[in-house]
């Protein structure tokens, strides 16, 4: 009795442990009509998937002979949206003696000012089938994506492919430098938001300055000259052309009456 029910706890424990399996199976099969043409097109590659299980966690020096390159198709600024996929070709070059197999790519973010500040462990795509020969260039599509809850601005990428040459494990930084992130859900970020609002409040301390300036000039030109009205001075050469004229004649009545 305690026999069988030792193999029965056995097979129970078996289950649960290849329970995990099954369901990456039925996910596989279940997206397996999705991927159908990109598969077609990099089936000499044999990608694997995300998040396999595909080399430890020591860390290996570059091969002899291997160049690396990184290229954003499209995207010379190397602006990332956050929460969305951006896409990258790691180019590597076999100028050594024995053929490569590469294993997987994966890559991390982090503060630029101190790379042991990590922000974010990328997604790793492993390969299956990925030989490289002696002589031969080949190019390599990586997939990633940042948090969509990461505050925009400058981060350092840090890109790593993985391979094996005689058996021996290999691994060469294909991009080492900076990347902008940004929102893509909207428009306008904080920083936008704060320059805006900035912008507009400068617009109108301008405007209430020219509107001061404006009724100051206007209250000036508003003034009138005072005319004091009483008696003047004429002109003795206005005099000597009035002589002997009507009005000359009337001024001079007038002055009589009033004495």
């Known amino acids: 009795m305690a026999k069988m029910n030792n193999v029965r706890a056995f097979f129970f424990a078996l289950l649960l ?24 097109e990099v089936s000499d590659l044999g990608i694997v998937g995300e998040d396999a299980q595909y080399f430890g966690d020591g860390s290996f020096s570059p091969a ?4 690396t390159v990184c290229v954003f198709p499209k995207n010379s600024a190397r602006l990332v949206p956050a929460g969305e996929d951006t896409e990258l070709l790691v180019g590597l070059k076999n100028d050594g003696e024995s053929s490569i197999n590469i294993i997987a790519i994966k890559a991390s973010v982090h503060l630029p000012f101190d790379h042991r500040l990590l922000v974010q462990n990328l997604t ?56 902008e992130v940004f929102e893509s859900g909207g428009f306008l970020s904080i920083e936008s938001v704060f320059l805006v609002t900035l912008g507009i409040a400068l617009l109108g301390l301008l405007g209430l300055w020219i509107h001061g300036q404006i009724q100051n000039l206007s209250k000036k030109t508003k003034r009138a000259p005072k005319v004091e ?18 009005y000359t004649q009337s001024l001079s009545s007038k002055s009589k009456k009033k004495k």
Not at 17 to 40: G, H, I, K, M, N
Not at 64 to 67: K, Q, S, W
Not at 147 to 153: E, I, N
């Open 229 to 246: 009205v009483g008696t003047g001075t004429r002109d003795a050469s206005m005099d000597e052309w009035l002589q002997g004229t009507a």
């Open 64 to 67: 002899p002979g291997v160049d």
């Open 124 to 179: 790793a795509q492993a390969f299956n089938n990925a030989t490289v020969p002696v002589s031969t260039q080949a190019t390599f599509p990586y997939i990633f994506s940042v948090s969509k809850y990461l505050q925009p601005g400058s981060f350092d990428l840090v890109g790593t492919i993985f391979y094996e040459m005689d058996q021996h494990p290999y691994q060469s930084t294909f991009y080492n430098g900076t990347i």
């Open 17 to 40: 442990l290849a329970s995990p399996l099954f369901q990456v199976t039925r996910c596989q099969s279940d997206s397996d009509a999705e991927v159908t043409e990109a598969a077609e």
